[in-house]
T-cell receptor
């Protein structure tokens, strides 16, 4: 059974640009969550999607957005990149929303220069 | 200005010893807790979970203890091996029910670096 797949693995962008990250959940998993991991703040929740709808959102600016497709694949977008957006972005999938275990992908390492 | 990183607690043990990693969680309404292991260059890997109606749960070489009175969680690893070296995170999940739908998110602890010496 394939795990959670995130692409690309590494990305370098320039300040002011925008970026789109992709996540394919485990087959049969309908919930996808996104987390940002930095040395300064640790792992922080960005948002959760279920049935193509954003169900929950963390405390991040509106520059961070996402969406989920009918096949449960998800993308997150960051516009007007700032240096502080450099981080490991992790996607996690779960069978359903709410109170279930989450399986994480290996993440996308974003560097903003 | 200069960014200040998290100063993660560290635990160093000898191979074969038992390890205990502790975690204090923040939300007394959290009803589901998970321990994750993260190795360098990888995403967090599920180790074991426990629901709030339990005090203890055992897996293979691992045991999680939950003390809701003091909002404390611990992970015990028996016969620790060099391959157990990693950063360990506890996470709490609080599922809010609204209109028959559950909204959950994981809130992670800062992590503990475990180093196992051969």
């Amino acid at each position: 059974k394939a795990g959670v797949t995130q692409t690309p693995r590494y990305l370098i962008k320039t300040r002011g640009q925008q970026v789109t990250l992709s996540c394919s959940p485990i087959s049969g998993h309908r919930s996808v969550s996104w987390y940002q991991q930095t040395p300064g703040q640790g792992l922080q929740f960005l948002f959760e999607y279920f049935s193509e709808t954003q169900r929950n959102k963390g405390n991040f600016p509106g520059r961070f957005s996402g969406r989920q497709f009918s096949n449960s694949r998800s993308e997150m977008n960051v516009s007007t990149l700032e240096l502080g957006d450099s981080a490991l972005y992790l996607c996690a999938s779960s069978v359903s929303e709410g109170n279930y275990g989450y399986t994480f992908g290996s993440g996308t390492r974003l560097t903003v220069v | 200005g200069e960014s200040v990183g998290l100063h993660l607690p560290t635990l160093s043990v000898q191979e074969g010893d038992n390890s205990i990693i502790n975690c204090a969680y923040s939300n007394s309404a959290s009803d589901y807790f998970i321990w994750y292991k993260q190795e360098s260059g990888k995403g967090p890997q599920f180790i074991i979970d426990i629901r709030s109606n339990m005090d203890k749960r055992q897996g293979q070489r691992v045991t999680v203890l939950l003390n809701k009175t003091v909002k404390h969680l611990s992970l015990q690893i028996a016969a620790t091996q060099p391959g157990d070296s990693a950063v360990y995170f506890c996470a709490e999940n609080w599922a809010q029910n609204a209109g028959g739908t559950s909204y959950g998110k994981l809130t992670f602890g800062q992590g503990t670096i475990l180093t196992v010496h051969p």
